[in-house]
């Protein structure tokens, strides 16, 4: 048998079986995967559920996703206080309208109404909040991800030259 065929049949089975794989460098557990529920995320590295904090830990070598992830922390935190300080006015006012209903008192109606529906606002602008720091996190979650995948790609190709076959390792 010819050697050179031979060596040429070997090296174009090498390179057609290489060409299949394209190293990639990322793996699963190097990204964080963000799973909606409700109205909100749920965090996953390796299949093991995160909390925000942790998330925020993870994302620290990536400084715009983390910065992304912070805005979102501190959005989180005003809609929470938004939202306590609300529902402790709907529950005064409703209290109090149960409280005089059960114990037989008239209830002033103009007192309270302004209270009740200012706590709805505020609900409803520590929802608003609330929506605002989950886009914020997943678009931080985003960016990380993607960063994860353009730095570390590496592929191999097969190709074709004017002289013969080409394999090339592209970063």
């Known amino acids: ?10 090296l174009t089975f090498v390179a057609i079986f290489l060409s299949g794989f394209s190293s990639n460098a990322q793996n699963a557990s190097d990204t964080i995967r963000a799973v909606k529920k409700g109205l909100g995320y749920i965090y996953y590295k390796d299949n093991q559920m ?19 992830l912070e805005k979102s922390n501190s959005m989180r935190n005003a809609g929470y206080i938004f939202a306590a300080i609300g529902g402790s006015c709907v529950g005064y006012s409703l209290g109090y309208a149960l409280g005089t209903a059960m114990f037989g008192n008239t209830m002033n109606k103009g007192l309270f109404f302004a209270t009740l529906g200012t706590g709805a606002v505020l609900i409803g602008v ?46």
């Open 50 to 68: 995160l909390n925000f904090k942790q998330a925020m830990h993870l994302t620290a070598s990536n400084p715009e996703a983390f910065r992304l």
């Open 126 to 171: 520590g929802i608003g909040f609330e929506v605002g720091a989950n886009n914020k996190a997943k678009a931080g979650i985003d960016l990380f991800n993607n960063a994860i995948k353009q730095s570390n790609n590496a592929n191999l190709d097969l190709g074709f030259s004017p002289s013969g076959m080409i394999l090339r390792l592209n970063f």
């Open 1 to 10: 048998m010819n050697t050179k065929r031979y060596l040429t049949t070997i």
